[in-house]
């Protein structure tokens, strides 16, 4: 399965933007998928995870109450399909932003997933 991750870019403080995580390959399974993200000189930090059948999420502290990870439909393509809205941005959450497939082990460590993608670059401007 690879995964890519699409959706980033500038956007000013308060603002809003939703990110795309879309598999392609084997998807025949459905997995569970998070988010980390990642700043220079900083290891990738846990932003969101949501179970398989998107019925449980789990989020950092820090983006608690401000972004939602949801998925697509759970059928063809779309399923493995992972968004994550971001709203109340914060110029702290300009980073690099990755997905990747959880596994095991606990969700907030980046040993815990892997087929990552791309990430995509947002950048929060005041």
């Known amino acids: 399965v690879q995964l890519q991750a699409s959706g980033g870019g500038l956007v000013q403080v308060g603002g809003s933007l939703r990110l795309t995580c879309a598999s392609s390959?084997?998807?025949?399974?459905?997995?569970?998928m998070g988010w980390f993200r990642q700043t220079p000189g900083k290891e990738r930090e846990f932003v969101a995870l949501?179970?398989?059948?998107?019925?449980?999420?789990?989020?950092?502290?820090s983006v608690k109450g401000r972004f939602t990870i949801s998925r697509g439909i759970s059928r063809g393509s779309a399923k493995n399909t992972v968004y994550l809205q971001m709203n109340s941005v914060k110029l702290e959450d300009t980073a690099i932003y990755y997905c990747?497939?959880?596994?095991?082990?606990?969700?907030?460590?980046?040993?815990?997933?892997?087929?990552w993608g791309q990430g995509t670059l947002v950048t929060v401007s005041s």
């Open positions: 990747g497939i959880y596994r095991s082990g606990s969700y907030g460590y980046t040993d815990s997933y892997d087929n």
């Open positions: 390959g084997h998807t025949s399974s459905q997995y569970a």
């Open positions: 949501i179970s398989w059948d998107g019925t449980m999420t789990y989020y950092g502290d």
